[in-house]
């Protein structure tokens, strides 16, 4: 049986996903006693088990506890839902889909702070399958009935880079906002949460792991979006959108197999985040740089990459031969010892 654990930051946002259950009861971890909300969700006429859990806030409390769920759980798929403040082209209620996440908060602090950014990932294929359903017609039709027009008038979605750091950023005369525009100016939204989250799941790329953020202000007049109910908005415009996603993927009737090129499209941006040049994966596999485009994201350049293997192309190299080499790298990864 498919495992669904959807994490969230904020009571809040809790709130808005248990809304969706029904039969729920607490599960107290035996040595955390950390309490998760389980409940029942019909997806397609078919009753499932969710189990829910609290992060708070801070990347370092979701890392925590992501690994915690993952090794008590172990589940197939696992969302993080919360909401976010907007950075660039988004509207209060708007839905941005992480498809990848910048941290901002790495440096090195001489005269000036040199910027060390760090990078995680929403798995592949069900990134895909978020940006499917958000054009499908259940999709439309469902948002329609979720729209107050006191903050857009359409919902829209986007897929892209969330920023991700400590801080609650309040104003655009901040300095830190000016940082992020400066040195992250194609990010959608920034939160508090994705890095731990996304780092959590790297070692486990065949757990399907998927950040949604619903916008909740627009970082200036904070306060007052808060006021008029900005937040349970958005919290509830990205819990429809995850259980519209769950109804849409079949998750309960869906046999799982998937190509070696697709179980390595899951595994390689997360251990391999920069591309395929880090630790001269590609070349001390056989693979020619020079065949592969280097000039976009990391996990852009592995899935390119691994197209190139299953069609023969890439230089001398194979998927055995990128396995072979991987294991070195990470002997003790689990994921890479099933394949």
């Given at each position: 049986m498919n495992t669904i654990v959807i994490l969230t930051a904020l009571t809040v946002?809790?709130?808005?996903?248990?809304?969706?259950?029904?039969d729920i009861t607490d599960y107290i971890?035996?040595?955390s006693k950390t309490?998760?909300?389980?409940g029942t969700y019909v997806t397609n006429g078919n009753p499932i088990k969710l189990v829910v859990g609290r992060t708070n806030q801070t990347n370092v409390n979701a890392g925590v506890e992501t690994e915690r769920v993952i090794q008590h759980f172990n589940p197939n798929y696992l969302f993080f839902v919360g909401v976010a403040g907007g950075l660039k082209d988004v509207s209060i209620g708007d839905i941005v889909i992480g498809s990848d996440i910048i941290g901002y908060e790495r440096g090195n602090a001489k005269e000036q702070f040199l910027f060390r950014p760090q990078f995680g990932f929403s798995s592949y294929e069900l990134e895909q399958q978020a940006v499917s359903y958000s054009t499908s017609d259940n999709w439309k039709r469902h948002a329609q009935t979720l729209l107050n027009p006191k903050f857009h008038r359409e919902i829209k979605i986007f897929s892209g880079t969330i920023a991700s750091g400590e801080k609650v950023i309040g104003s655009q005369s901040s300095e830190i906002y000016s940082f992020l525009k400066l040195h992250a100016g194609h990010a959608l939204a920034v939160e508090m949460e994705g890095l731990g989250f996304l780092e959590a799941c790297r070692p486990y790329p065949l757990i399907k792991s998927l950040l949604v953020r619903g916008i909740s202000d627009l970082v200036e007049n904070k306060n007052l979006a808060d006021k008029e109910g900005s937040q349970p908005y958005a919290s509830m415009n990205a819990t429809e959108f995850i259980f519209g996603l769950i109804d849409y993927l079949g998750i309960e009737s869906k046999i799982e197999k998937f190509t070696l090129r697709e179980q390595l499209a899951e595994i390689t941006p997360k251990v391999y985040p920069m591309g395929i040049r880090e630790n001269l994966i590609w070349e001390r596999s056989?693979?020619?740089l020079s065949l592969i485009n280097?000039?976009?994201?990391g996990k852009t350049q592995w899935i390119d990459a691994l197209f190139q293997i299953e069609k023969g192309g890439g230089g001398d190299i194979t998927f055995d031969k990128l396995i072979r080499e991987m294991k070195k790298d990470y002997p003790n990864n689990q994921s890479l010892k099933l394949l």
């Open positions: 946002e809790q709130t808005a996903v248990i809304s969706k259950l029904t971890h035996p040595v309490i998760y909300k389980v056989g693979g020619d280097l000039y976009v994201n």
